[in-house]
C-alpha cells in the first residue's frame, strides 16, 4: 500500500487549445495557451504558479512555459516518463508536491504537433540514441516498429485466450464516435459513423484497422492542481483528488513486455487501480463515469477489466451490454477519447474527466457524477486518478 | 500567408474550379497500328486484341482495339513541348498562381481512367478537359497545400464518350529544412538496397547479435542459478550474480503470438510481415518474423520452427516457420 | 498461332491472387515508354532535367504505371477481357537500377454486371509503393 494522499490536492483550473491536423504554431506556444486557459478557468494569475509538471516526451521546457507565460518563482518542476502512461502520472506528481507543501499551485500540461510535426503512427526511427535503444533493438529489425503494431501483438493473444470478438472493438469505436459527433471540439463532431465503414477501412496490423487506432492531433491541454484551501475560494467548484497511482511491474517493457510468461495482460494497471481505490476508500460500484486512456480500442477493455468493472475476459459483453453509452453503466470517453476527439496524450482526457464530475460535460450523462476514473496509456508503466466533488 | 492574405489567395485560387483548360479537341492521328505496335512492345503487352489481327477478327470483338491505357496518349502534344514549352491555358495559369504564393511542390497523387467503349483502327479521339475541383488547404505529409483535380473526356469522331481520366495533383509549400538537408541537389547517384533497421549493439547485446550473424540463436543462462534469460542484460534477476554464460537454442517453439503488419510502409521491410512471440523449448520467448505461411494459417498455440537466415543484403534474423507436425495441445 | 485463353466470370473467387510480375526498371525502359505513350517531358529522358527536380535520374511518366496496370492484369484474365476502369495511388517514383514487383488479388466480383475488382500493387525494391489501386475488368460467362 502506498501513502495516502487523499482529498489533498484538488483541480481547479482545466484548459484546451482548439484540436487540429495542423496548428500551424509551435508545440510551445500551444502548451501556453493551454496552461493560460487552465489559469483563466480557475481565475488565477501566471503569478499564482509555483510549479509545473509535463511529460519527458513534452518539447516544451517547464522554464519556457514559464517565461512565456510570466510564471515567478518555481519550486518544484518534474517530467513523467513513457509516453501516454506519463497523463495521470503529472496528477500524481503535481498532487504529491501540493500534498508535502513543495509547492501550493501546480500546472500539468501536455502539447504537441502530433498531426503535422512528428507522428507516433510512423514509427521509432533507425536513428534512436536514448538509452533504451538497446531495448527497441530486439523489435525493429523485424518490423514491430509502431504503436499499432505493438498492441496488434497483445490485442491478439488476448482476443485468442478470451474469446472477444472485434464486436466489442467495434463498440468502443463507435461509442467515442457517437459521443464525439456531438462535440464541437472533437475531430469526428458532426459525423455518423456505422460497421460497414468500420470494417471498411485498411489493416494496420492485425487485428488492427484504421478505426481501432486513435487520431493523430495537433494541440495542448493543462490542468491547475492547488490545496482544498485555495482552491475553495476559486471560480469553479474544485474537483478533488481521491486517489492517484501509478506502477510499473515486474519484466516492464515499454509497450513490449512480450518476454513476460503471460503477456495478454496489464499488471502494472491492476496494482495501480488497487492502489487508487485503497487511497480513496471507493470501489468500483462508485465510479459514475470514465475516461479511459484509448489510443486503440482494445485497450479500454483491458482497461475495463484491471478496474475490476468486470472480470478477465468480460468486457467484451460488458461494452456490448451498452454499458460505455449516455445511459450505461459506466459512461465513457463522453468527449469522444483519443479515438474520435483529439489525441493529445491522455491529458485532454483529464479535462473531460474534471468536467464529468464539474457536470460540464458536452455528453454529461444524466446520472450525477459523484466520482469519475481517469487512466493513463496501458502496455508502458501507467496509472490512473479517482476524481470527485471537492467536500 | 497570414488569414487575409490566404482569402485573398483563395478567392483567386476558386476561380479556377470549372474552367476549360481545352476545348473538344481531334487527336493528329487516328488510332493506328503503329503507335498501338510501339506502345505494346515497350509495355511488353502480348495482348493479342491489341495487334495479332488474324486472332482479332475470330475474337469476340471482330477487330483489334486500342489498348485502354492509350486513352490519353494519342492527344498528347508530343516533341513541341520540349522545344517550345507548353502554350498557356487554365491548367498552366493555375499552377503559376500556385507558385507565385510559394506552392512550389508538385506532387501527382492519384489517377482514375474510366473506360466506357473500346475504340478500333482508323477511330479518332477527341480530348476536352477541365479543371473539376480544387480541395480546401490541407497539411500533408509533403507540406501545406491543396490538391487540385482535372477531368479529361475522351470521345469518339461521332462524339460518344469513350472514356474518362481525373487526375489529382497535389500543390504544396516544400519545407525548407528538406531542401537545405540534401544540399539543394541531388548528388545522390547510386540507389542503395534499404535494409532492416538493425539493433543498435553495445555491451550487454553485442555478443548475441554477433552469434545471430554466425547462424546461432543463444540464450544467456545465469551462471549461478542456471536461469535462462531474454532479452540479455547484465545482472540475474533472481540471483543478482553478475556471472553467466550462454546455450544456443533448438528453435523449436510455440507461436503465443502473431500480428500481420500492413501499414506504415517502412523502407527496407517487405509488407505484409508477421511477427510473432515464440515460447522456446527452453522455456524463454523470443520475437520474430514467421515466414512460410499465410496469416490465415497461423494459430496461436501452433508448433514453430526456426532457422537464422539473411533477410537482406545486412541482416541475419531468427525466422521460424510452422512446424512439420501441426498444432500443439 | 497461341491459343489465348480468357478466365471466365464463374471461375474467378474474391480472394485470388494473379502471379505476380517483376519488371526491371531501366534508362531504356523509361524513354522506350515515355515516348510510345507520346509524353515528351524532359524528366523522362533527361538526367539533367530529372536531377533538377530533387530525383536522382530520369523517372518513369504516369500513363506506363497505368499500361503496367492494365497489362498485369489482362495477362492474368487473357484477352476477351474488357478493361473498365484503372483506378491508381501514386508512390514513389521508378527510377534505373530498381524492379517493380506488381502484385494483385481479386478484391470484389459483380455478378450483375459481370465485373471483378482487381487490387494491384507495384511496388519497387528501394522506396517501396509505387502504385496503388485497383483495375476493373469486364469478363465472359462461361
Ligand atoms: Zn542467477
Sequence with gaps: ??????????????????????????????????????????????????????????????????????????????????????????LHQAAMAVATGMAETVLCYRALNGRSGHRFSSGVSGTITTADAIHWG???????????????????RWMHLTGVTKDALYEVAKATRDYAANNPAAFFHGQTFDRAEYDAQRMISTPLQLFDCCQESDGGSAV???????????????????????????????????????????????????????????????????????????????????????????SGDFVQDGALRPGGRLPVNTHGGQLS??????????????????????????????????????????????????? | MN????????????????????????????????????????????????TDAQWAARSARGRIIAPPAMMYSWNQEGFPVVAQGRAPDAQTELVDLFNENGFTGVLGTNVKQEYYKEIGLGERVHLEMVIDNISEQKATARGIGYFFETLASFSDQHGDLIGTQRFRVLKFIPPETAAAADGGGAEQDTLQTPTRIAAPRGHDNSWWWEACDQ???????????????????????????????????????????????????????????????????????????????EEQALAIGMRVQGKVEQVDEKTMLPQFYPAENGVEK | MTDYRTLAFEEVEVGDKLPSLEIEITTGLIVSTALATRDFEPVHHDKAVAQATGLPDVFMNILTSQSFMTRFVT????????????????????????????????????????????????????????????????????
Aim: glycine share 10%; net charge negative; hydrophobic share 40%.
Design chain 2, 3 to 50: 488569414d487575409e492574405q490566404q482569402q485573398a489567395f483563395e478567392q483567386c485560387l476558386y476561380r479556377f474550379v470549372g474552367r476549360q483548360v481545352c476545348a473538344r479537341t481531334a487527336a493528329k492521328d487516328a488510332v493506328n497500328e503503329a503507335m498501338i505496335r510501339h506502345w505494346a512492345e515497350t509495355v511488353g503487352d502480348a495482348n493479342p486484341a491489341y
Design chain 1, 341 to 391: 476527439e483529439a489525441y493529445i496524450h491522455g491529458v485532454n482526457g483529464i479535462v473531460e474527466a474534471v468536467r464529468l464530475v464539474r457536470g460540464t460535460s458536452v455528453n454529461q450523462p444524466a446520472k450525477t457524477v459523484e466520482h469519475a476514473l481517469v487512466t493513463s496509456g496501458v502496455g508502458i508503466p501507467t496509472g490512473g486518478a479517482l476524481l470527485g466533488k471537492q467536500d
Design chain 1, 1 to 90: 500500500m502506498v501513502a495516502n494522499i487523499k482529498d489533498k490536492a484538488v483541480i481547479c483550473g482545466i484548459g484546451n487549445t482548439e484540436f487540429s491536423k495542423n496548428s500551424g504554431v509551435s508545440e510551445l506556444n500551444l502548451a501556453v495557451r493551454a496552461c493560460k486557459a487552465a489559469l483563466d478557468d480557475a481565475g488565477l494569475s501566471p503569478a499564482d504558479v509555483d510549479g509545473m509538471v509535463t511529460f519527458t516526451m513534452d518539447t516544451s521546457d517547464e522554464i519556457e512555459v514559464a517565461r512565456a507565460l510570466g510564471v515567478g518563482e518555481m519550486t518544484f518542476y518534474g517530467r513523467a516518463h513513457y509516453g501516454g502512461g506519463a497523463a495521470t502520472a503529472t
Design chain 2, 215 to 293: 547462424g546461432q540463436v543463444l540464450i544467456q543462462r545465469c551462471r549461478n542459478c542456471q536461469t535462462l534469460r531474454h532479452p540479455p542484460r547484465p545482472m540475474c534477476g533472481e540471483c543478482q550474480s553478475l556471472d553467466w554464460d550462454s546455450i544456443e537454442s533448438c528453435l523449436e517453439g510455440e507461436l503465443l503470438s502473431f500480428t500481420e503488419l500492413h501499414h506504415p510502409r517502412i523502407p527496407g521491410y517487405p509488407l505484409p510481415l508477421i511477427c510473432g512471440v515464440i515460447r522456446l523449448r527452453e522455456g524463454v520467448n523470443l520475437v520474430a518474423n514467421i515466414v512460410g505461411a
Design chain 1, 224 to 314: 491547475l492542481v492547488t490545496t482544498p484551501e485555495r482552491a475553495r475560494d476559486l471560480r469553479q467548484s474544485g474537483v478533488a483528488i481521491r486517489g492517484v497511482a501509478q506502477c510499473a511491474a515486474r519484466d516492464q517493457e515499454q509497450m513490449t513486455s512480450f518476454y513476460r510468461q503471460e503477456f495478454a495482460g496489464i499488471p502494472e494497471m491492476e496494482r495501480a487501480a488497487r492502489d487508487a481505490y485503497a487511497m480513496s476508500g471507493l470501489g468500483p460500484e462508485d465510479i459514475d463515469a470514465a475516461v479511459i486512456y484509448d489510443a486503440f480500442s482494445s485497450i479500454v477493455l483491458w482497461q475495463l477489466e484491471a478496474w475490476d468493472f468486470c472480470g478477465f475476459g468480460e
Design chain 3, 75 to 142: 495477362d492474368w484474365s487473357g484477352p476477351e477481357a474488357v478493361v473498365k476502369s484503372v483506378d491508381i495511388r501514386l508512390g514513389a517514383p521508378n527510377v534505373p537500377g530498381m524492379v517493380m514487383t506488381v502484385t494483385g488479388r481479386v478484391q470484389a466480383k459483380d455478378d450483375d454486371a459481370g465485373e471483378v475488382e482487381v487490387a494491384v500493387a507495384g511496388e519497387n525494391n528501394i522506396w517501396g509503393m509505387h502504385m496503388e489501386g485497383c483495375v476493373r475488368l469486364q469478363l465472359p460467362g462461361s
Design chain 1, 138 to 156: 530486439w523489435y525493429t529489425p523485424y518490423g514491430l516498429l509502431t504503436p499499432a503494431s505493438w498492441v496488434g501483438m497483445f490485442t491478439q
